[in-house]
């Protein structure tokens, strides 16, 4: 098929970008799944597995290398492999194993960190019936992820449900900024895994609490109580 009308062109190459985009996200999946090392595949098997053109292939290898994802051998026995993992950002009793984005996850959770007693301060003030249901329905998400031992599915929704919270200040210029800083630790997160101090399973039951208590917190508009919780879920992380 030909196209000789040119304004065909940008559209062409933004399809193309998006099926790059989402071979990459499904190779990210086996990389979550593998040990650093592990080798993926030789390139056409991926390609082939991906159901994807040899162009926008060579695209998802650029997309994932720049994501420090996965590293390519040559030679016999070569392909593709998951990329060694960096070293891990804490988050309390548990790890985040990232990808080569580590000292910008870590700046992400210090600033974090620091704007979430002003996201609390305004939901205090303006978080609505609606909005307290809406961080209950998160709530209900954390814990069918913790009942299903998930960890993965617990940190996502439980960053979703911040992001939910930072949704209800009327500062768009403070809200902005958060989801921004969670994108940026969502983006590079691989994996989450236990560190040696206590039982991942033992930590995210205690992480739900932490947060349930918070959403109760701010539907009783206790203030002390709403600010000392999210300073002890900051210091824990």
């Known amino acids: 098929m030909r196209y000789d009308d040119?304004?065909?062109?940008?559209?062409?190459r933004s399809g193309s970008a998006g099926r790059a985009q989402q071979a990459a996200e499904r190779v990210a999946d086996l990389v979550a799944a593998a040990r650093p090392g592990e080798r993926l595949g030789t390139k056409e098997e991926l390609r082939t597995r991906l159901g994807v053109s040899?162009?926008?292939?060579?695209?998802?290898?650029?997309?994932?290398?720049?994501?420090?994802?996965?590293?390519?051998?040559?030679?016999?026995?070569?392909?593709?492999?998951?990329a060694e993992q960096s070293p891990m950002v804490r988050l309390g009793n548990s790890v985040l194993a990232l990808d080569a984005g580590t000292a910008d996850v870590a700046e992400a959770i210090r600033i974090r960190d620091a704007l979430d007693p002003l996201l609390i301060e305004d939901a205090l003030w303006h978080a609505s019936p609606a909005d307290i249901a809406g961080l209950r329905e998160h709530l209900d998400v954390m814990a069918?992820?913790?009942?299903?031992?998930?960890?993965?599915?617990?940190?996502?929704?439980?960053?979703?449900?911040?992001a939910?919270?930072?949704?209800?200040?009327?500062?768009?210029?403070?809200?902005?900024?958060?989801?921004?800083?969670?994108?940026?630790?969502?983006?590079?997160?691989?994996?989450?895994?236990?560190?040696?101090?206590?039982p991942l399973p033992d930590y995210i039951a205690e992480r739900h609490r932490l947060?349930?208590?918070?959403?109760?917190?701010?539907?009783?508009?206790?203030?002390?109580r709403a600010l000392a919780l999210i300073a002890a879920h900051n210091t824990g992380n």
């Open 54 to 82: 040899v162009g926008t292939f060579n695209e998802t290898l650029r997309l994932l290398q720049a994501r420090g994802l996965v590293a390519v051998r040559p030679g016999p026995g070569g392909g593709l492999f998951a």
């Open 6 to 12: 040119a304004a065909d062109a940008p559209a062409l």
């Open 144 to 162: 069918d992820a913790a009942k299903a031992s998930d960890p993965v599915a617990f940190v996502h929704a439980n960053w979703r449900l911040h």
């Open 164 to 198: 939910r919270i930072a949704a209800i200040s009327p500062n768009r210029l403070l809200a902005s900024l958060y989801h921004g800083l969670l994108e940026v630790i969502e983006t590079h997160t691989l994996s989450v895994l236990p560190s040696a101090d206590r």
């Open 211 to 224: 947060h349930a208590d918070l959403v109760d917190a701010l539907d009783a508009r206790d203030r002390d």
